[in-house]
């Protein structure tokens, strides 16, 4: 760093408020941000500079994919400063820094779970490193450990059937944002300034448990703020002081956010909401003459960069329960300012427009917060992104603002928080379409027949009575409740005394809010279930132990995702009815206890380990994702689907309510034009009618050209032309090719 | 008689049923925007490329009333007003069920939603004024330029009913979607095109002209049907030849897609 950056006032022009006074970021942006409400054409594409340095790394992405990991530092356990600077074009780069000492090399964090890194590491052919496995044995617990000895016998059967799955007890908990801006805006002395005056603070009060705990807490949020400090000094910055220009604040900011995934291999390592923030930089910047468009967009690409290279090392399982290698780098972009002014700013297109100058990604995972009041050239813009890349998602601004803020961020994929204010325990799911099952045979499990729920009678007679089911179901979900939120309660537990976020949690608010994040998975099973008992007729098939393994339906009935109130209103009830049951129990550190529906792509390992269920779905068959309509079953188009989706209450699903749709091109108009107009139009409506979350796949030739190569990998790609629908996969071969023909050359 | 005061009969008011094939919701494809789009079941033709024969006999429809049709749609108001769109009544061919597609279109209307017909107009004498002023779009459906092909086309209609239907149109004021179904060695002769473009030139409310690949999606339905599929070896059109059609179009001034 230039030493005559020290004399520069990191702060000239910024419009002044409390936000000088107090760390108070969301403050600074809305005082300081201009919205932009113009279209796409400032933007600019990649430099050759860019170029360089992304193609260094794309030449490393096929060995990766081809050996799973391209390297690992199986024996240094990672810390804040554990390794020495990396970089991937030290010549080139405009935003350095890099987990370990290499790109792509990954790090090991055994203080979450030493299993799951010495299993990936014989995974991928590695030894595990001997002195780690002493250290983490003989004189350090893992968080993994340390749950397992306090597991009750109830969660550990509840977990070995499936019935709860997904739990974060091998590993880091993951959904935590920290407010990386702070490091930013504030540097980070005045942040440990901030923090000393919060621990002397609690001096005056009694050394109680809660006392003891944050005292501590504090302490190490300190000293992770000090290694912070120390980290970016081996890159040459001073970030012990604020950000004077916007390339210092991307860098600062991206400091904070690598010291945390130093620290933590969480399952979702969320950016924030970022956009805004780093635009009033670069805005100021270029007023300056110090940038301009080109060099702007530079920064930006080169942070994607270092973003899109996250690496965890996790187990092939794990990849395959969510279908890659994800991160969950989620960034918040646009929504709306509780001012009534869109929270759109010319970085905010930036952002977008890395998908086109790197080349579409899953990371990091860019959410737009989505309002139809949004400016009308933003909206094309995003509506257009998605058309040719398919690459964002978009979650409800009219939903998340009122709930929590206009400086809210999503973790993950739907879960929504006040950024640097609100975090939350991370709590995988249950399910739902199991337990039913469990309802009608008395708490047996129905693929191994063993008690897992406390013995009920069973529910009797050839055929299922809706009444009887539903007190069964009813019973069945209290326990279901209470062994779930102990599972969780154990979890966080300890998880906070064996692998706290330091970092994390240094740039968050204290006293902070917190969430017991609940989710549940197998919702339209279940429902299609209770609809086919109530409004036809299930015949039970029973094996010789009078467990039953089997249905028969007889008759019709409606089900859910076609805006059918009758179907509908089962949902509605069993989530509302299975929130409420959460919210009774208990939670540690009394969190807030919230619930998503959201499975990811784990729906089809639910699926794998759930029987014979009463809607006539065979044992093994996949799930729908998330709050999606089961496959095939909703048949009156992507709207009615997406109807009866937002019906469900976001009052009762707090943490996030999934939707994933799949349209082709054609399905959305004949034109580029009427296509990205279409788009946005949906979007608009879907928000409108109260719908929380849309994945929206625009497929591409590409695409379908691999539906056809693995049909396995599309189960819900619907081919649409005028009022007239096709499941994708089912089509024969030559049929195929009658849509890829059709769709890609039969417009523009 | 008795002392029981006679009892007027009360004429119950007529209430409308129709042949409703199904219902679907559609984002650009059955007119503009996000729609509501309501199939009816029954047509007089048999068109060789037709897509959807599950539609052809008024049988395989559900028997609906216009109130429930009626009800549905306002379930997607909000949602298509939102999202830019309207409602749409397509088929098989809504003027065989004149009535029933009248007062839909009315109802719609009164509601303040943007109403499309999808019709091939070979029936379009039976459209009377009324449901015509209740109509915002009518997507007309021209299958050929000249009689020859039209009959070669749809098996049993004729062309001057159509083209009579889209003269009233233009006289009348009322927007028009053309389409055009495309398919090879049956509607891609370079003058047939030019026949329907001259007409579609000459009718000042044409707002666009479709022209639409064949496609075979609708071949497993003629199995399930135990009919034949007429066309089951012909092809998709190649990119050069949508090119040339759509060409053929534009170079009158009308906007194609
Ligand atoms: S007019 Fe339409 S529904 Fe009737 S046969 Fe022709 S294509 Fe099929």
């Known amino acids: 760093m230039s030493g005559n950056q020290r004399t520069v006032d990191p702060w000239r022009g910024f419009r002044d408020g409390p936000w000088r006074e107090t760390v108070d970021v969301a403050d600074f942006v809305r005082r300081n941000h201009e919205p932009y409400t113009g279209d796409a054409t400032f933007l600019t594409g990649p430099t050759a500079r860019t170029l360089a340095v992304w193609d260094r790394l794309r030449a490393m992405f096929p060995e990766e994919r081809r050996r799973g990991v391209y390297d690992v530092d199986a024996a240094t356990p990672s810390t804040i400063t554990s390794h020495a600077p990396g970089y991937v074009d030290r010549e080139r780069e405009l935003i350095v820094g890099l987990q370990t000492d290499a790109p792509l090399r990954r790090a090991i964090m055994p203080a979450g779970g030493l299993r799951m890194v010495e299993t990936a590491l014989r995974a991928y052919g590695r030894e595990p490193d001997p002195r780690v496995h002493e ?592 499941n994708f996969v089912r089509l024969t071969p030559e049929q195929q090719r009658d849509v890829v023909s059709r769709t890609f050359h039969g417009s523009l | 008689m008795t002392g029981r005061p006679p009892v007027a009969p009360v004429a119950a008011p007529p209430v409308l049923h129709g042949a409703v094939h199904s219902w679907d919701t559609s984002v650009g494809v059955d007119g503009p925007g996000t729609r509501f789009v309501v199939f009816l079941a029954g047509c007089p033709l048999r068109c060789r490329y037709c897509h959807s024969p599950d539609t052809w006999y008024g049988r395989s429809g559900r028997r609906r009333t216009v109130d429930e049709m009626v009800t549905l749609a306002t379930r997607y108001r909000r949602f298509v007003e939102v999202a830019g769109g309207g409602v749409t009544v397509s088929g098989g061919e809504p003027l065989l069920q004149p009535a029933f597609t009248g007062e839909l279109l009315r109802r719609w209307h009164d509601l303040g939603l943007h109403t499309a017909l999808d019709t091939s107009g070979f029936l379009g004498d039976r459209a009377d004024e009324a449901l015509l002023d209740a109509t915002d779009l009518v997507l007309l459906d021209v299958k050929a330029g000249s009689p020859a092909t039209y009959r070669r086309v749809t098996g049993t209609g004729r062309l001057a009913p159509t083209l009579r239907f889209a003269r009233r149109l233009a006289d009348r004021g009322t927007p028009m979607w053309i389409r055009y179904v495309l398919v090879p060695g049956l509607t891609d002769a370079p003058d047939e095109v030019a026949r329907v473009a001259d007409v579609a030139a000459g009718l000042a409310t044409v707002e666009r002209v479709e022209v639409l690949p064949f496609h075979r999606l609708g071949a497993h339905k003629y199995a399930q049907l135990g009919l034949a599929f007429p066309l089951a070896d012909t092809a998709p059109p190649d990119p050069e030849l949508l090119a040339r059609v759509r060409g053929q179009f534009a170079e009158r001034g009308l906007t194609v897609t």
């Open chain 1, 135 to 726: 250290i983490f044995t003989r004189y350090r617990r893992t968080h993994n450990d340390a749950v397992f000895d306090a597991y009750p016998e109830s969660v550990l059967a509840a977990r070995r059937s499936h019935v709860i799955t997904g739990l974060p007890d091998a590993y880091g908990r993951g959904r935590i944002i920290g407010d990386y801006r702070r490091v930013a805006l504030y540097g980070v002395d005045r942040l440990v300034e901030e923090r000393r005056a919060l621990k002397a603070a609690l001096d005056d009060r009694r050394s109680t448990d809660d006392v003891i705990r944050d005292r501590e807490e504090l302490a190490e949020q300190i000293r992770a703020l000090g290694e912070l400090t120390e980290m970016a000094a081996s890159y040459g910055f001073d970030i012990s002081r604020p950000a004077a220009t916007g390339q210092q604040a991307i860098q600062w900011l991206y400091f904070a956010y690598l010291a945390a995934t130093k620290e933590q291999n969480g399952a979702a390592m969320s950016l924030g909401r970022t956009a805004g923030f780093v635009d009033v930089y670069l805005r100021r910047d270029i007023a300056e003459g110090r940038l301009d468009e080109t060099g702007a967009q530079e920064l930006v690409d080169d942070f994607v960069i270092k973003l899109r290279i996250i690496r965890f090392l996790r187990t092939p399982e794990y990849d395959q329960l969510f279908s890659g290698d994800p991160t969950w780098v989620t960034e918040s972009l646009g929504g709306m300012g509780a001012d009534g002014r869109p929270l759109v700013t010319r970085t905010t297109f930036r952002y977008l427009q890395t998908l086109y100058n790197l080349g579409p990604a899953p990371e990091p995972n860019l959410t737009v917060l989505w309002s139809p009041r949004l400016p009308d050239g933003f909206k094309r813009f995003c509506a257009q992104v998605s058309l040719d890349t398919s690459a964002i998602q978009y979650e409800n601004d009219e939903l998340i603002r009122p709930a929590y803020d206009d400086d809210a961020a999503i973790a993950c994929c739907v879960s929504a928080m006040r950024v640097g204010r609100d975090m939350q325990f991370f709590g995988a799911r249950a399910n739902l379409a199991k337990a039913l099952l469990y309802a009608v045979n008395g708490g047996r499990d129905e693929l191994t027949g063993a008690q897992v729920a406390p013995p009920t009678p069973p529910v009797g007679g050839e055929t299922l009575d809706y009444d009887e089911v539903l007190a069964a179901y009813d019973r069945t979900l209290d326990w279901l409740a209470q062994t779930y939120v102990d599972a969780l309660n154990v979890i966080h537990h300890q998880h906070d005394r064996y692998a706290y976020e330091r970092l994390e949690m240094a740039l968050h608010d204290h006293p902070v809010r917190r969430f017991m994040a609940t989710g549940v998975a197998g919702l339209s099973v279940a429902v299609d279930s209770l609809s086919a008992i109530r409004y036809g007729r299930v015949k039970v098939l029973r094996d010789d132990s009078g467990l039953a393994v089997d249905y028969a339906v007889e008759g019709e009935f409606p089900t859910y995702g076609n805006d059918d109130d009758r179907a509908d209103e089962i949902a509605v009830w069993l989530v509302e009815t299975f929130a409420a049951k959460l919210r009774r129990q208990r939670t540690y550190r009394d969190a807030e206890l919230t619930m998503s529906v959201l499975t990811i792509t784990s729906n089809v390992v639910y699926g794998t380990h759930t029987g014979n269920t009463p809607d006539g779905r065979r044992a093994g068959e996949p799930f729908a994702p998330g709050a999606n309509p089961m496959n095939g079953r909703d048949t009156h188009g992507l709207v009615a689907s997406a109807l009866s989706v937002a019906k469900l209450p976001y009052d009762a699903a707090r943490d996030g309510i999934s939707l994933t749709g799949t349209v082709t091109p054609d399905g959305l108009g004949h034109t580029r034009a009427e296509r990205i107009a279409n788009l946005a139009g949906v979007l608009d409506g879907y928000t409108d009618a109260g719908g929380f979350h849309l994945n929206v796949n625009v497929l591409d030739r590409a695409t379908l050209l691999d539906a056809m190569a693995h049909p396995e990998r599309y189960p819900q790609l619907t081919v649409r032309v005028s009022g007239y629908a096709v």
